[in-house]
């Protein structure tokens, strides 16, 4: 079972645009169900893999909808706390590419409250974490905690930063923190932005390099419209294209890859990374990359079924 630990929210999204006469050209917000590990959970459930969530959740009408929403795509929610504080709000901002940016709602919400479970379930065989999660406390400490201990028991460690500028106060710590966790991840995800953001400003390959010499095993690169790469202690092993569709935005792009490379590699039992070799990680990436672009060919992040998978050529 994959264990996705982190927040889950409401990104509130543009939809069509008001009567500028009245509302100066503002327009109207649609409420969509988010939150980067919230969407790998679902992205790896959707895909026909036990997965789980860990977070703390509102009881508020959001928090309703985002756990009837795991359970609809058969997240398993046994792991999952729910409290009576509100939801965390992002509202999105989309560029003329499509692109997204974030301005968050945070204070006393619902997921930043979570609280170590303990052990993991038996059955747990990989744990992915990242975004707001690791950013804000008490939170960030506990998942932290977590990611460490299961670490030393074996499991296959996944992170994906997927850094939000404006949520860390204290940039030097922040990167002095995550350079402390690279020993404990197997598998690091990481756009090319975040990749410079964290290496402040120098080449995403060559910072992912230096991570493999922290202890990753693999640095899986999304860089947009030029694709997925892997580096290994190999060097940068494989690379795929991404795959040309028309883009409704792309939101959960990344989390959709996230969540479709555990699900391959859970397909696959796969343990070790060090065991892939450049076919091995040619073919996941692929499979990433395909399923991310039925994620942006939607409005929100809806990430695809294995039937979606199955019907896309």
Known sequence: ????GGEALVDLVPGEP???TVDGGLRALLPRLGGGPYNVALAAARLGVPASFLSRVSTDRFGVALADRLSASHVDTSLLQR????????VVALDERG???YTFYVEGTADRLVSDPGALPEETTALSLGTLGMVLEPGASAYERILRRESAR???TALDPNIREALIADPAAYRARFASWLPDVRLLKISDD???WLAEGADPV????SWVESGVDAVVLTRGADGLSVITSAGELAHVASRKVAVADT???GDTVQGALLAWLHERTVRDLAALDAGAWTEALAYAAKAASITVSRSGAEPPTAADMAATV
């Not at 079972?1 to 996705?4: D, F, G």
């Not at 409290?83 to 992002?90: I, K, R, S, Y």
């Not at 060559?206 to 390099?209: G, I, L, N, P, W």
């Open 206 to 209: 060559a910072a992912a390099k």
């Open 83 to 90: 409290g009576n504080e509100p939801t965390t709000l992002a």
């Open 1 to 4: 079972m994959i264990v996705v």
């Open 154 to 156: 074996g499991t296959l």
């Open 18 to 20: 008001l009567d500028s």
């Open 99 to 101: 692109a997204a940016q």
């Open 251 to 253: 939101i959960g792009a």
């Open 194 to 196: 975040d990749a410079a």
